[in-house]
Nanobody
């Protein structure tokens, strides 16, 4: 059974850092693109970042460019989201999602992904 499990969320002060992990089980991540999404209270889910199956292509939302870094370790079947210089507006539940995408690409649109994790809460507050 294909499963994604997020971890690494928590409470952090503004300006701090967190590293989220998305661990896959039941399948090999090598052939899948991965994306991170987040949903803040009262807001729609938004794409944060994505990485292609080889890691050759990445994308970031404008709001996180220069602060977040997505990476993958296929040997560990895990994708990471390093979040630096966190702001209060980064607060939300963070989800990872995966699916086959063509041409070693990735996307930050939710409809592109069929498999989703349960999410991990990130709270940025002093």
């Amino acid at each position: 059974q294909l499963q994604l499990v997020e971890s690494g969320g928590g409470l952090v002060q503004p300006g701090g850092s967190l590293r989220l992990s998305c661990a896959a089980s039941g399948f090999t991540l090598d052939y899948y693109a991965i994306a991170w999404f987040r949903q803040a209270p009262g807001k729609e889910r938004e794409g944060v970042s994505c990485i292609s199956r080889t890691g050759g292509s990445t994308e970031y939302a404008d709001s996180v460019k220069g602060r977040f870094i997505i990476s993958r370790d296929n040997a560990k079947n895990t994708v990471y989201l390093q979040m630096n210089s966190l702001k209060r507006e980064d607060t939300g539940i963070y989800y990872c999602a995966t699916d086959h995408l063509p041409n070693d690409g990735c996307a930050t649109e939710a409809y592109e992904y069929y498999y989703w994790g349960q999410g991990t809460q990130v709270t940025v507050s002093s």
